[in-house]
């Protein structure tokens, strides 16, 4: 068994994970409040990786190999916060998501705090799901009763009367947390919602992605000059594989 082909095969399937990641970004890149993806090559730095890949073990007729793995994860480092001007749109500066209710019952989390005022004057989220107070009940607001306004706290006053205060969570592991659709975040097992005790809260904001385009495209480069090492090594690799052959006939 050539251990070198697959080895180098598996930098390339490797490289294809971290590409598809990248892309997902950049794709992504101007949505509100998108958290990126990153990947890391089974604990080992990315130049690392590039030259002397290491993961999980292999074995091949008695030999000890390596085998380089991607692993993929998303990164909650908030993004930078853009105005406008609309009450009903809401960033956090500090860690946290807002706590919905989704048509379902179920609860998810999101930092996308581009809401809207539906029909029945409940606040609701782009797929519908229903911005939760500390109380436990949605937000509501009151016909003819004034413009909203949201302290730094999360409290709620509409025309001077207190509607309750936002309910923000956080998690003590969100790297755990189940990725769904258009930024909504779901607990895995066993995972707990507990309250942030001093959110920041920013009214007439919302929260830009933390991905950026120029870091994602020096990635690619990255990738695919890594890409191309790896192919001319499993062509030079076969290359002498076949002169073997041949001269043992």
């Known amino acids: 068994m050539n251990i070198g082909l697959y080895q180098s095969a598996a930098s390339l399937s490797a490289l294809e994970r971290w590409q598809e990641t990248v892309t997902q970004n950049i794709t992504s890149g101007e949505e509100t409040a998108y958290k990126k993806h990153t990947t890391a090559f089974s604990g080992e730095e990315k130049g690392e990786f590039l030259t002397d890949a290491k993961s999980q073990v292999g074995k091949g007729e008695g030999l000890m190999a390596t085998f380089p793995v991607a692993h993929t994860s998303i990164s909650f480092q908030p993004g930078q916060t853009r105005p406008t ?6 960033a956090l500066q500090g860690e ?20 809207h005022l539906r029909s029945d004057r409940m606040v609701a989220s782009s797929q519908d799901g229903l911005v939760m107070l500390e109380s436990g009940q949605p937000l509501q607001l009151r016909p003819g009763q004034g413009s909203l306004v949201i302290d730094e706290s999360g409290n709620i006053t ?9 309910a923000i969570r956080s998690f003590e592991k969100p790297e755990n947390l189940v990725s769904l659709s258009a930024g909504l975040f779901i607990p895995g097992e066993g995972m707990e919602a507990a309250p942030v005790t001093k959110p920041e809260v920013l009214q007439g904001n919302l929260e830009s992605s933390n991905s950026t385009s120029l870091q994602e495209m020096v990635d690619l480069v990255t ?3 890594a ?6 090594l499993i062509s030079s690799r076969d290359e002498l594989l076949d002169k073997t052959l041949q001269a043992f006939g």
Do not use: W
């Not at 001007?85 to 809401?90: G, H, I, K, Y």
């Not at 807002?98 to 809401?115: H, I, N, Q």
């Not at 509409?158 to 936002?166: D, E, S, V």
């Open 223 to 225: 990738i695919s000059r």
């Open 85 to 90: 001007n609309q009450e009903l749109d809401v």
């Open 158 to 166: 509409q025309g001077g009367t207190a509607l309750g205060k936002l």
């Open 96 to 115: 946290g998501f807002f706590e919905l209710k989704m048509p379902d019952g179920e609860k998810a989390y999101t930092r996308v705090g581009e809401f």
């Open 227 to 232: 890409y191309e090492a790896n192919q001319k």
